[in-house]
Protein backbone atom coordinates (compact mmCIF):
# COMPACT_ATOMS: atom_id res chain seq x y z
CA UNK A 1 0.00 0.00 0.00
CA UNK A 2 2.05 3.29 -1.15
CA UNK A 3 1.02 6.61 0.77
CA UNK A 4 2.65 9.84 0.57
CA UNK A 5 3.19 11.49 3.82
CA UNK A 6 3.99 15.06 3.03
CA UNK A 7 4.80 14.96 -0.64
CA UNK A 8 8.16 14.43 -0.53
CA UNK A 9 8.25 10.82 1.27
CA UNK A 10 6.85 7.63 0.01
CA UNK A 11 5.71 5.79 2.62
CA UNK A 12 4.62 1.70 1.83
CA UNK A 13 2.71 -0.24 4.50
CA UNK A 14 3.96 -3.71 3.57
CA UNK A 15 2.73 -6.93 5.31
CA UNK A 16 5.48 -9.64 3.88
CA UNK A 17 4.82 -8.55 0.20
CA UNK A 18 7.76 -6.69 -1.83
CA UNK A 19 8.14 -3.60 -3.37
CA UNK A 20 10.90 -2.42 -6.02
CA UNK A 21 12.43 0.32 -5.26
CA UNK A 22 15.33 2.76 -6.67
CA UNK A 23 18.61 1.56 -5.14
CA UNK A 24 19.37 3.49 -1.77
CA UNK A 25 15.90 5.38 -1.86
CA UNK A 26 14.86 4.12 1.70
CA UNK A 27 15.08 6.68 4.37
CA UNK A 28 13.24 5.06 7.37
CA UNK A 29 11.64 2.13 8.32
CA UNK A 30 9.80 0.38 10.90
CA UNK A 31 8.94 -2.77 11.87
CA UNK A 32 11.10 -5.91 9.71
CA UNK A 33 12.65 -5.53 6.35
CA UNK A 34 15.48 -7.14 4.07
CA UNK A 35 16.81 -4.89 1.47
CA UNK A 36 17.72 -6.91 -1.44
CA UNK A 37 19.78 -5.72 -4.57
CA UNK A 38 18.48 -6.14 -7.95
CA UNK A 39 20.96 -6.85 -11.04
CA UNK A 40 19.59 -5.58 -14.36
CA UNK A 41 15.98 -4.24 -12.45
CA UNK A 42 14.96 -7.63 -11.88
CA UNK A 43 14.22 -8.24 -15.54
CA UNK A 44 16.50 -10.92 -15.25
CA UNK A 45 19.74 -11.77 -18.10
CA UNK A 46 17.48 -10.37 -21.24
CA UNK A 47 16.35 -7.07 -19.21
CA UNK A 48 19.67 -6.37 -17.68
CA UNK A 49 21.37 -6.39 -21.24
CA UNK A 50 18.94 -4.59 -23.13
CA UNK A 51 19.15 -1.48 -19.94
CA UNK A 52 22.53 -1.69 -20.92
CA UNK A 53 22.31 -0.92 -24.77
CA UNK A 54 19.82 1.08 -25.00
CA UNK A 55 21.01 3.26 -21.61
CA UNK A 56 17.96 3.14 -19.47
CA UNK A 57 19.80 1.59 -16.67
CA UNK A 58 18.35 1.73 -13.15
CA UNK A 59 19.77 -0.33 -9.81
CA UNK A 60 16.85 -1.38 -8.05
CA UNK A 61 16.24 -3.10 -5.03
CA UNK A 62 13.42 -5.11 -3.23
CA UNK A 63 12.46 -4.09 -0.02
CA UNK A 64 10.12 -7.03 1.55
CA UNK A 65 9.00 -7.26 5.29
CA UNK A 66 6.66 -6.14 7.82
CA UNK A 67 6.28 -2.80 8.58
CA UNK A 68 6.21 0.74 6.98
CA UNK A 69 9.15 1.57 5.04
CA UNK A 70 10.00 5.27 3.85
CA UNK A 71 11.31 6.09 0.38
CA UNK A 72 12.62 9.56 -0.72
CA UNK A 73 15.22 10.78 -3.31
CA UNK A 74 16.72 14.80 -3.51
CA UNK A 75 13.35 16.44 -1.91
CA UNK A 76 12.01 15.30 -5.48
CA UNK A 77 8.26 15.77 -5.37
CA UNK A 78 6.42 12.42 -5.69
CA UNK A 79 3.40 11.56 -7.28
CA UNK A 80 1.66 8.01 -6.71
CA UNK A 81 0.08 6.40 -9.48
CA UNK A 82 -2.07 2.93 -9.73
CA UNK A 83 -1.86 1.24 -12.89
CA UNK A 84 -4.79 -1.16 -14.09
CA UNK A 85 -3.72 -3.34 -16.47
CA UNK A 86 -2.35 -0.35 -18.50
CA UNK A 87 0.99 0.74 -19.02
CA UNK A 88 3.56 3.23 -17.78
CA UNK A 89 6.20 4.89 -19.71
CA UNK A 90 8.27 6.73 -17.51
CA UNK A 91 11.99 7.80 -17.74
CA UNK A 92 13.93 5.60 -15.33
CA UNK A 93 15.97 8.50 -13.61
CA UNK A 94 11.92 9.44 -12.46
CA UNK A 95 10.76 6.08 -11.31
CA UNK A 96 11.18 5.53 -7.74
CA UNK A 97 9.11 2.44 -6.28
CA UNK A 98 6.62 -0.02 -8.23
CA UNK A 99 4.80 -3.02 -6.72
CA UNK A 100 6.46 -6.04 -7.03
CA UNK A 101 4.10 -7.52 -9.08
CA UNK A 102 4.30 -4.98 -11.75
CA UNK A 103 6.30 -5.71 -14.73
CA UNK A 104 9.14 -3.56 -16.06
CA UNK A 105 10.62 -3.51 -19.37
CA UNK A 106 11.99 -0.99 -21.67
CA UNK A 107 11.06 0.38 -24.68
CA UNK A 108 11.89 2.68 -27.94
CA UNK A 109 10.26 6.26 -28.09
CA UNK A 110 12.21 7.55 -30.75
CA UNK A 111 12.76 11.45 -31.67
CA UNK A 112 10.51 12.18 -28.50
CA UNK A 113 13.61 10.94 -26.24
CA UNK A 114 16.19 12.20 -28.64
CA UNK A 115 14.21 15.64 -27.67
CA UNK A 116 14.20 15.15 -24.38
CA UNK A 117 17.81 14.42 -24.05
CA UNK A 118 17.52 11.67 -22.08
CA UNK A 119 18.04 8.97 -24.83
CA UNK A 120 16.03 6.94 -26.88
CA UNK A 121 14.47 4.41 -24.54
CA UNK A 122 12.39 4.69 -21.75
CA UNK A 123 11.15 2.33 -19.14
CA UNK A 124 7.36 0.52 -19.31
CA UNK A 125 5.88 -0.38 -15.73
CA UNK A 126 2.99 -2.43 -16.75
CA UNK A 127 0.24 -4.58 -15.01
CA UNK A 128 -1.75 -4.20 -11.42
CA UNK A 129 -0.50 -1.99 -8.54
CA UNK A 130 0.90 1.51 -7.87
CA UNK A 131 4.08 2.83 -8.83
CA UNK A 132 5.68 6.15 -7.85
CA UNK A 133 7.09 8.51 -10.00
CA UNK A 134 9.33 11.78 -9.40
CA UNK A 135 8.99 15.63 -10.76
CA UNK A 136 10.90 18.75 -10.27
CA UNK A 137 7.84 20.20 -8.28
CA UNK A 138 4.29 18.76 -8.18
CA UNK A 139 3.43 17.23 -11.43
CA UNK A 140 0.31 18.34 -13.31
CA UNK A 141 -1.84 15.26 -14.41
CA UNK A 142 -3.74 16.08 -17.91
CA UNK A 143 -6.25 13.53 -19.16
CA UNK A 144 -5.61 13.06 -23.31
CA UNK A 145 -9.09 11.89 -24.71
CA UNK A 146 -10.03 11.51 -28.32
CA UNK A 147 -11.53 15.08 -28.66
CA UNK A 148 -8.86 16.61 -26.67
CA UNK A 149 -4.95 15.91 -28.06
CA UNK A 150 -2.12 17.54 -26.33
CA UNK A 151 0.94 19.13 -26.86
CA UNK A 152 3.95 19.19 -24.12
CA UNK A 153 6.81 20.39 -23.99
CA UNK A 154 10.02 17.68 -24.15
CA UNK A 155 11.41 19.17 -20.89
CA UNK A 156 8.67 19.22 -18.78
CA UNK A 157 7.18 15.44 -19.92
CA UNK A 158 7.90 13.06 -17.40
CA UNK A 159 5.67 9.95 -17.87
CA UNK A 160 2.31 9.24 -19.47
CA UNK A 161 -0.03 5.69 -19.34
CA UNK A 162 -2.86 4.28 -20.85
CA UNK A 163 -3.39 4.12 -25.38
CA UNK A 164 -1.75 7.18 -26.00
CA UNK A 165 -0.13 7.72 -29.44
CA UNK A 166 2.76 10.45 -29.86
CA UNK A 167 4.23 12.26 -32.53
CA UNK A 168 7.09 14.58 -32.57
CA UNK A 169 6.28 18.41 -33.78
CA UNK A 170 8.68 20.82 -34.70
CA UNK A 171 8.27 24.22 -35.02
CA UNK A 172 11.56 25.25 -36.54
CA UNK A 173 11.04 27.86 -39.72
CA UNK A 174 14.01 29.95 -40.67
CA UNK A 175 13.32 32.32 -38.20
CA UNK A 176 14.91 29.88 -35.49
CA UNK A 177 17.91 30.15 -37.80
CA UNK A 178 17.81 33.88 -37.46
CA UNK A 179 17.29 33.83 -33.80
CA UNK A 180 13.87 34.25 -33.58
CA UNK A 181 12.35 30.78 -32.87
CA UNK A 182 9.40 30.80 -30.64
CA UNK A 183 10.84 29.23 -28.30
CA UNK A 184 8.87 26.30 -28.04
CA UNK A 185 10.46 24.57 -31.42
CA UNK A 186 10.49 21.14 -30.19
CA UNK A 187 6.86 19.61 -28.78
CA UNK A 188 5.63 15.77 -28.39
CA UNK A 189 2.05 15.79 -29.28
CA UNK A 190 -0.25 12.76 -27.29
CA UNK A 191 -3.26 11.56 -29.13
CA UNK A 192 -5.92 8.72 -27.96
CA UNK A 193 -7.34 8.06 -24.42
CA UNK A 194 -4.84 8.12 -21.18
CA UNK A 195 -3.03 10.51 -18.95
CA UNK A 196 0.38 12.68 -19.07
CA UNK A 197 2.14 13.77 -16.38
CA UNK A 198 4.20 16.77 -16.09
CA UNK A 199 6.41 18.95 -14.45
CA UNK A 200 6.34 22.46 -13.59
CA UNK A 201 9.94 22.85 -15.01
CA UNK A 202 11.49 22.23 -17.95
CA UNK A 203 15.15 20.21 -17.99
CA UNK A 204 17.52 21.38 -20.18
CA UNK A 205 16.75 19.83 -23.45
CA UNK A 206 18.62 20.60 -26.87
CA UNK A 207 15.72 22.77 -28.06
CA UNK A 208 15.94 24.50 -24.36
CA UNK A 209 16.50 27.44 -26.42
CA UNK A 210 15.43 27.38 -29.58
CA UNK B 1 -4.39 18.55 -4.87
CA UNK B 2 -5.67 15.33 -2.48
CA UNK B 3 -3.11 13.41 -0.56
CA UNK B 4 -5.77 11.19 1.35
CA UNK B 5 -4.68 7.87 1.10
CA UNK B 6 -6.52 5.50 -1.88
CA UNK B 7 -7.27 9.04 -3.73
CA UNK B 8 -5.34 9.68 -6.59
CA UNK B 9 -3.84 12.55 -8.18
CA UNK B 10 -6.32 15.10 -9.45
CA UNK B 11 -6.84 14.62 -12.78
CA UNK B 12 -7.41 17.80 -15.24
CA UNK B 13 -9.01 18.09 -18.71
CA UNK B 14 -9.44 21.02 -20.66
CA UNK B 15 -12.91 20.88 -18.79
CA UNK B 16 -11.69 21.03 -15.45
CA UNK B 17 -8.27 23.35 -15.89
CA UNK B 18 -8.84 26.69 -14.10
CA UNK B 19 -9.02 29.94 -16.74
CA UNK B 20 -6.46 32.47 -15.96
CA UNK B 21 -5.59 30.72 -12.38
CA UNK B 22 -3.19 28.71 -10.50
CA UNK B 23 -3.13 24.68 -11.16
CA UNK B 24 -1.41 24.87 -8.07
CA UNK B 25 1.47 26.77 -6.73
CA UNK B 26 3.69 25.87 -9.41
CA UNK B 27 1.87 26.26 -12.40
CA UNK B 28 -0.84 28.49 -14.06
CA UNK B 29 -3.25 28.09 -16.75
CA UNK B 30 -4.22 30.48 -19.06
CA UNK B 31 -7.08 29.98 -21.37
CA UNK B 32 -6.42 31.65 -25.14
CA UNK B 33 -9.80 32.67 -27.25
CA UNK B 34 -8.17 33.47 -30.18
CA UNK B 35 -6.50 36.01 -28.16
CA UNK B 36 -3.19 36.76 -26.97
CA UNK B 37 -0.55 36.68 -24.55
CA UNK B 38 3.32 37.75 -24.50
CA UNK B 39 5.43 34.72 -22.52
CA UNK B 40 9.18 34.25 -21.76
CA UNK B 41 10.88 31.77 -23.63
CA UNK B 42 10.55 28.15 -23.24
CA UNK B 43 7.96 28.68 -20.43
CA UNK B 44 5.09 26.55 -21.86
CA UNK B 45 4.76 23.09 -20.45
CA UNK B 46 1.42 21.54 -22.09
CA UNK B 47 -1.57 22.80 -23.97
CA UNK B 48 -4.68 21.37 -25.11
CA UNK B 49 -6.06 23.11 -28.34
CA UNK B 50 -4.62 25.01 -31.25
CA UNK B 51 -1.45 27.27 -30.47
CA UNK B 52 1.22 29.06 -32.17
CA UNK B 53 4.46 30.20 -30.95
CA UNK B 54 5.99 33.08 -32.45
CA UNK B 55 9.07 34.87 -31.92
CA UNK B 56 8.60 38.54 -31.27
CA UNK B 57 10.48 39.38 -34.52
CA UNK B 58 7.41 38.04 -36.53
CA UNK B 59 6.30 40.33 -39.31
CA UNK B 60 2.04 39.80 -38.69
CA UNK B 61 2.51 40.70 -34.79
CA UNK B 62 5.04 44.32 -35.54
CA UNK B 63 1.24 45.80 -34.96
CA UNK B 64 1.16 44.00 -31.62
CA UNK B 65 4.96 44.46 -30.57
CA UNK B 66 4.52 48.58 -30.95
CA UNK B 67 1.66 48.97 -28.70
CA UNK B 68 2.64 46.67 -25.65
CA UNK B 69 6.32 46.35 -25.95
CA UNK B 70 9.06 49.16 -25.11
CA UNK B 71 11.88 47.44 -24.96
CA UNK B 72 12.89 46.14 -28.78
CA UNK B 73 16.21 45.79 -28.01
CA UNK B 74 15.14 42.52 -25.71
CA UNK B 75 12.37 41.27 -27.78
CA UNK B 76 14.05 38.14 -28.60
CA UNK B 77 13.57 36.77 -25.34
CA UNK B 78 9.71 36.95 -25.66
CA UNK B 79 6.98 35.01 -27.77
CA UNK B 80 3.90 35.56 -28.54
CA UNK B 81 1.73 32.98 -27.94
CA UNK B 82 -1.52 32.95 -29.73
CA UNK B 83 -4.60 30.66 -30.89
CA UNK B 84 -7.55 28.78 -28.83
CA UNK B 85 -7.01 26.76 -25.91
CA UNK B 86 -5.55 26.29 -22.50
CA UNK B 87 -1.84 26.61 -21.38
CA UNK B 88 -0.14 25.69 -19.15
CA UNK B 89 2.82 27.92 -17.73
CA UNK B 90 5.69 27.16 -15.04
CA UNK B 91 9.16 27.95 -14.49
CA UNK B 92 12.25 25.77 -12.97
CA UNK B 93 9.37 24.62 -10.18
CA UNK B 94 9.14 28.05 -8.62
CA UNK B 95 6.16 29.43 -6.91
CA UNK B 96 4.10 31.09 -9.56
CA UNK B 97 1.34 33.78 -9.61
CA UNK B 98 -0.94 36.08 -11.63
CA UNK B 99 -1.78 39.73 -10.54
CA UNK B 100 -3.85 42.16 -12.04
CA UNK B 101 -3.31 45.45 -12.66
CA UNK B 102 -6.04 48.07 -13.23
CA UNK B 103 -4.70 51.28 -14.75
CA UNK B 104 -2.18 50.86 -12.53
CA UNK B 105 2.24 50.12 -12.97
CA UNK B 106 3.97 47.29 -11.79
CA UNK B 107 7.90 47.62 -11.53
CA UNK B 108 9.45 43.81 -11.55
CA UNK B 109 12.78 42.36 -11.25
CA UNK B 110 13.37 41.05 -14.69
CA UNK B 111 13.89 37.60 -14.40
CA UNK B 112 10.56 36.74 -12.34
CA UNK B 113 8.39 38.29 -15.49
CA UNK B 114 7.08 35.02 -16.88
CA UNK B 115 3.50 36.16 -18.88
CA UNK B 116 1.14 39.03 -19.64
CA UNK B 117 -1.37 40.28 -21.32
CA UNK B 118 -1.16 42.18 -24.55
CA UNK B 119 -3.14 44.77 -22.82
CA UNK B 120 -0.54 45.32 -20.15
CA UNK B 121 2.57 47.98 -22.16
CA UNK B 122 5.77 46.61 -20.97
CA UNK B 123 8.82 49.08 -20.94
CA UNK B 124 12.38 48.82 -19.84
CA UNK B 125 12.32 50.53 -15.84
CA UNK B 126 15.05 53.06 -15.87
CA UNK B 127 16.45 51.31 -12.92
CA UNK B 128 18.39 48.29 -14.46
CA UNK B 129 17.47 44.87 -14.83
CA UNK B 130 14.14 45.84 -14.02
CA UNK B 131 11.13 46.04 -15.98
CA UNK B 132 7.85 48.31 -16.07
CA UNK B 133 3.99 46.86 -16.83
CA UNK B 134 1.64 49.56 -17.53
CA UNK B 135 -1.73 49.84 -17.94
CA UNK B 136 -5.07 47.10 -16.71
CA UNK B 137 -4.35 43.45 -17.78
CA UNK B 138 -3.21 40.14 -16.07
CA UNK B 139 0.37 39.07 -15.87
CA UNK B 140 2.13 35.86 -14.27
CA UNK B 141 5.18 36.13 -11.90
CA UNK B 142 7.45 33.35 -10.47
CA UNK B 143 8.99 34.18 -7.35
CA UNK B 144 11.19 31.70 -5.17
CA UNK B 145 8.64 30.88 -2.28
CA UNK B 146 5.54 32.49 -1.74
CA UNK B 147 5.23 36.63 -2.48
CA UNK B 148 5.14 38.69 0.79
CA UNK B 149 3.31 42.16 -0.05
CA UNK B 150 3.90 45.36 2.23
CA UNK B 151 3.04 48.61 2.63
CA UNK B 152 6.13 51.57 2.40
CA UNK B 153 7.92 53.32 4.58
CA UNK B 154 9.98 50.05 4.28
CA UNK B 155 13.50 48.95 3.93
CA UNK B 156 13.74 45.37 2.23
CA UNK B 157 17.18 43.22 1.20
CA UNK B 158 18.21 43.37 -2.10
CA UNK B 159 18.01 39.65 -3.04
CA UNK B 160 14.50 39.95 -1.62
CA UNK B 161 13.10 42.51 -3.57
CA UNK B 162 10.82 41.07 -6.11
CA UNK B 163 9.06 44.08 -7.78
CA UNK B 164 6.93 47.52 -6.53
CA UNK B 165 3.98 48.83 -7.25
CA UNK B 166 3.17 52.72 -7.21
CA UNK B 167 6.44 53.71 -5.14
CA UNK B 168 8.03 56.09 -7.06
CA UNK B 169 11.00 56.64 -4.80
CA UNK B 170 13.48 53.50 -5.35
CA UNK B 171 16.47 54.22 -3.27
CA UNK B 172 19.54 52.55 -1.50
CA UNK B 173 20.02 52.59 2.17
CA UNK B 174 23.61 52.16 4.16
CA UNK B 175 23.42 51.31 7.68
CA UNK B 176 25.10 54.42 9.25
CA UNK B 177 28.19 52.63 10.88
CA UNK B 178 29.22 50.77 7.94
CA UNK B 179 29.97 53.99 6.07
CA UNK B 180 31.57 56.11 8.47
CA UNK B 181 34.99 56.38 10.15
CA UNK B 182 38.11 54.73 9.47
CA UNK B 183 36.62 50.91 10.98
CA UNK B 184 33.70 51.19 9.22
CA UNK B 185 35.13 51.74 5.69
CA UNK B 186 37.86 48.98 6.59
CA UNK B 187 35.25 46.68 7.33
CA UNK B 188 32.78 47.30 4.26
CA UNK B 189 35.75 46.81 2.57
CA UNK B 190 37.05 43.63 3.83
CA UNK B 191 34.05 42.31 5.59
CA UNK B 192 36.72 41.79 8.55
CA UNK B 193 35.38 42.55 11.86
CA UNK B 194 31.67 41.39 11.85
CA UNK B 195 29.56 42.60 8.72
CA UNK B 196 26.11 41.49 9.30
CA UNK B 197 25.59 41.18 5.54
CA UNK B 198 22.18 43.20 6.16
CA UNK B 199 23.76 46.71 5.97
CA UNK B 200 22.79 47.62 2.47
CA UNK B 201 18.87 47.54 1.91
CA UNK B 202 16.67 49.00 -0.28
CA UNK B 203 14.41 51.88 0.78
CA UNK B 204 10.72 52.51 -0.34
CA UNK B 205 8.51 55.71 0.87
CA UNK B 206 5.25 56.78 -0.38
CA UNK B 207 2.02 55.33 -1.20
CA UNK B 208 2.08 51.79 -2.91
CA UNK B 209 3.21 48.34 -2.51
CA UNK B 210 6.30 46.19 -2.24
CA UNK B 211 6.40 42.62 -3.66
CA UNK B 212 9.01 40.54 -1.30
CA UNK B 213 9.65 37.12 -1.55
CA UNK B 214 10.66 34.46 1.14
CA UNK B 215 14.00 33.73 0.54
CA UNK B 216 16.96 35.38 -0.27
CA UNK B 217 17.94 32.97 -3.59
CA UNK B 218 17.75 35.10 -6.67
CA UNK B 219 16.22 34.27 -9.66
CA UNK B 220 18.51 33.99 -12.82
CA UNK B 221 18.46 37.89 -14.43
CA UNK B 222 16.86 38.14 -17.93
CA UNK B 223 18.27 40.76 -19.97
CA UNK B 224 16.46 43.63 -20.63
CA UNK B 225 18.14 44.72 -23.27
CA UNK B 226 21.08 47.80 -23.42
CA UNK B 227 19.34 51.25 -23.14
CA UNK B 228 20.77 53.85 -25.34
CA UNK B 229 23.72 55.52 -23.84
CA UNK B 230 22.54 58.85 -24.01
CA UNK B 231 23.71 61.49 -21.67
CA UNK B 232 21.26 61.39 -18.39
CA UNK B 233 20.88 57.68 -18.85
CA UNK B 234 21.44 55.58 -16.69
CA UNK B 235 22.96 52.44 -17.22
CA UNK B 236 23.73 53.35 -20.65
CA UNK B 237 27.01 52.18 -21.65
CA UNK B 238 29.63 54.23 -23.25
CA UNK B 239 29.01 57.04 -21.04
CA UNK B 240 30.32 60.12 -22.53
CA UNK B 241 33.80 60.94 -21.18
CA UNK B 242 34.03 62.68 -17.43
CA UNK B 243 30.72 60.65 -16.56
CA UNK B 244 31.34 58.95 -13.37
CA UNK B 245 32.11 55.07 -14.06
CA UNK B 246 30.36 52.29 -13.76
CA UNK B 247 29.98 50.72 -10.81
CA UNK B 248 31.86 47.43 -10.36
CA UNK B 249 34.59 48.71 -12.90
CA UNK B 250 37.85 48.44 -10.61
CA UNK B 251 39.01 51.55 -9.96
CA UNK B 252 42.51 52.82 -11.63
CA UNK B 253 45.03 53.92 -8.78
CA UNK B 254 45.16 57.65 -8.36
CA UNK B 255 41.13 57.50 -8.61
CA UNK B 256 41.11 56.95 -4.45
CA UNK B 257 37.85 59.58 -4.74
CA UNK B 258 35.18 57.21 -3.43
CA UNK B 259 37.69 55.04 -1.50
CA UNK B 260 38.54 58.42 0.37
CA UNK B 261 35.18 59.22 1.16
CA UNK B 262 34.45 55.77 2.38
CA UNK B 263 37.21 55.92 5.14
CA UNK B 264 35.85 59.56 6.09
CA UNK B 265 38.72 61.12 4.97
Known amino acids: ?210 | MSHYPGAGPTVYDPMTLPSDDNVNNYTFCVELKGSQWFLQKGKMIAYYGQMDFNGIGHGRLDGLVRTSFHSPLHASDWVVAQGSGKMLLADRAFDVNSYDLEEGNLTIRSGNLLAFQPSLALKQSIVPGFLTLIGTGKFVAASNGPVVFMEPPIRVDPQALVGWADCPSPCHHYDHGYMAGLMGGLRAMTGLGGASGEEHQFEFVGAGTVLLQSTEVLMAEQATGVVPSEPGVPGGYGAPAGQPQQPGVPRLPGQLGDLQRRFGL
Not at chain 1, 106 to 132: D, I, K
Request: overall charge neutral.
Open chain 1, 1 to 210: MFRLQGSKVLAVDMTGDAVKAKNGSMVAYDGQMAFKKMSGGGEGIRGMVTRRITGEQMTVMEVSGHGTCWFADRASEINLVSLQGDKLYVESSNLLATDAGLRTGTSFTGLRGASQGNGLFTTTVEGHGQAAIMSDGPAVVLRVSRQYPLTVDPGAYIAHQGNLSQSFQSGVTFRTFMGEGGGEAFQIRFEGDGLVYVQPSERNTIAGDV
